[in-house]
T-cell receptor, first 112, second 118 residues
Framework: DQQVKQNSPSLSVQEGRISILNCDYT??????FLWYKKYPAEGPTFLIS?????DKNEDGRFTVFLNKSAKHLSLHIVPSQPGDSAVYFC???????????FGKGTLLTVNP | GAGVSQSPRYKVAKRGQDVALRCDPI?????LFWYQQALGQGPEFLTY????????KSGLPSDRFFAERPEGSVSTLKIQRTQQEDSAVYLC????????????????FGPGTRLLVL
């Protein structure tokens, strides 16, 4: 089974700087990884995804990089804004392509 | 437009009590998912419906957990004889079709029901 690991429970950055959120996985076979963002008392909202055939996907301030040899992906947010402060979850979708497997999340705090 | 809604938002139950959690998916969404999020953890898959058919219930932790979606829209997650370890946030998500991620669809999540079992 695929495991998704987010080893940093929290990250604090200054407004305007880059935020880098990391995620490791165990199984080389996958279809998609997704990043979700979650504010307190709200459900997770989809942010960006990357398929196994790519090594980078960009959407505005958000870029996800995939390093298949290292089984590692990262989410870059630049420039970071205070409104980006939230918990970020890395999630895997593969096989049946409907079940999401989430990491534990990383709490990002962007300081003004 | 209206997103996924869940009710109640908060539920306190005494150990041994039965509870029912409701999910109203986005209108027209074929697929519906339930996840359980324990404190400090990411959401964990419980079960999946395509229309009224429950295609996967492999994540349900015990036979005390039961989910239904009789008319292919609203879904109810029922927990019988609640235990303290059932305390968690229960998230419902829906997506347009059954082949969600392959066609770059996303799962849209509701705000969750926070269940506390005393």
């Amino acid at each position: 089974d695929q495991q998704v690991k987010q080893n940093s429970p929290s990250l604090s950055v200054q407004e305007g700087r880059i935020s880098i959120l990391n995620c490791d996985y165990t199984n080389s076979m996958f279809d998609y990884f997704l990043w979700y963002k979650k504010y307190p008392a709200e459900g997770p909202t989809f942010l960006i995804s990357i398929s196994s055939i790519k090594d980078k996907n960009e959407d505005g301030r958000f870029t996800v990089f995939l390093n298949k040899s290292a089984k590692h992906l990262s989410l870059h947010i630049v420039p970071s804004q205070p409104g980006d402060s939230a918990v970020y979850f890395c999630a895997y979708a593969g096989g049946s392509n409907y079940k999401l497997t989430f990491g534990k999340g990383t709490l990002l705090t962007v300081n003004p | 437009g209206a997103g996924v809604s869940q009710s109640p938002r908060y539920k306190v139950a005494k150990r041994g009590q039965d509870v029912a959690l409701r999910c109203d998916p986005i209108s027209g969404h074929v697929s519906l998912f339930w996840y359980q999020q324990a404190l400090g953890q990411g959401p964990e898959f419980l079960t999946y419906f395509q229309n009224e058919a429950q295609l996967d219930k492999s994540g349900l932790p015990s036979d005390r957990f039961f989910a239904e979606r009789p008319e292919g829209s609203v879904s109810t997650l029922k927990i019988q004889r609640t235990q303290q370890e059932d305390s968690a946030v229960y998230l419902c998500a829906s997506s347009l079709s059954g082949t969600s991620v392959k066609y770059q669809e996303t799962q849209y999540f509701g705000p969750g029901t926070r269940l506390l079992v005393l």
